[in-house]
């Protein structure tokens, strides 16, 4: 096996499962758990979710789930690790996956859910003004970082990470909380539009974060940023490896087996 990444203080803690309802099950109880000790002591508990399909197994058990159910809604945040620049009913958009899963189902406040706003028609205007919201619900100063009780995230196939694509300028974006990412025509993603994403400074300030990683379409992608020295422009997901002992990976069988 090849050297963990130079960043890593350790190897990944990578939790391998049956299959994706396994791995959406315990990101369950990472929640539940989270949130619930969060909110003793303090007065709010604020996550953000991915995109991409890999939470939908976890975003239908929050729909259903007694234990989630009966959490304290009205004292919990809901914002997006990233968005697609699409609207909120368009098929693509991360907003309307979580609206059709489970946010229809839990007793949560409309004034806490925090989507992208991607009706406006500036992208940029778009990423300040959810900029501006994140900054308002954490009461935050100009230089000040969010501090997510939980950020929950996929792998995408070519190791990104939120819509933190390779090589792509968002990388090098550490002013600011939320930023555009544009699509490179030369290598575009799937879906090939462009996006709106919590940065990596956002994202590696929150106290804990999950990576869900299921399907054998996964299996190399995994194997390589896990194993491969730190490249961190092509596998942006290395960019976490500062924050690393705050990562829980929740890996099925499938995208597992190189390990």
């Known amino acids: 096996m090849n050297k963990l990444p130079e960043k890593a203080a350790k190897k990944p803690n990578i939790e391998v499962l049956a299959d994706a309802d396994a791995v959406g099950g315990r990101c369950l109880e990472i929640f539940i758990a989270s949130a619930e000790k969060a909110l003793k002591t303090q007065t709010r508990f604020n996550f953000a979710i991915p995109g991409g399909r890999s939470p939908e197994k976890f975003f239908k058990l929050l729909a259903k789930d007694p234990a989630a159910k009966a959490l304290a809604w009205s004292k919990i945040h ?3 690790a990233d968005e697609r620049y699409v609207p909120h009913d368009s098929p693509l958009s991360n907003y309307r996956l979580a609206a059709d899963t489970f946010l229809c189902k839990i007793p949560i406040p409309e004034k806490n859910i925090h989507p992208v706003p991607t009706d406006l028609a500036d992208i940029k205007k778009a990423a300040r ?3 501006k919201t994140i900054r308002c619900v954490f009461h935050l100063k100009a230089s000040q970082l969010p501090r997510f009780d939980l950020i929950i995230l996929g792998l ?3 190791g990104h990470i939120a819509s933190l694509l390779p090589y792509s300028d968002a990388l090098l974006n550490t002013s600011k909380i939320a930023c ?4 490179n025509d030369q ?3 799937d879906p090939p539009v462009n996006r709106i994403t919590l940065t ?5 300030s929150a106290s804990r974060l999950i990576i869900i990683v299921t399907g054998k379409e996964k299996a190399q992608i995994l194997k390589d940023v896990v194993n491969f020295p730190s490249e961190e422009l092509r596998y942006p997901v290395h960019y976490l490896w500062q ?3 705050k990562i829980s990976w929740l890996v099925d069988t499938k995208a597992g087996k190189l390990l």
Not at 180 to 183: A, E, G, S, T, W
Not at 200 to 204: D, F, I, S, V
Request: charged residues 20%.
């Open 200 to 204: 990596r400074p956002a994202l590696c």
């Open 156 to 158: 995408g196939g070519d």
């Open 187 to 189: 290598k575009p993603p």
């Open 129 to 131: 003004q959810y900029e």
């Open 243 to 245: 924050a690393l002992k």
């Open 180 to 183: 555009p990412v544009y699509i």
């Open 78 to 80: 809901i914002f997006w």
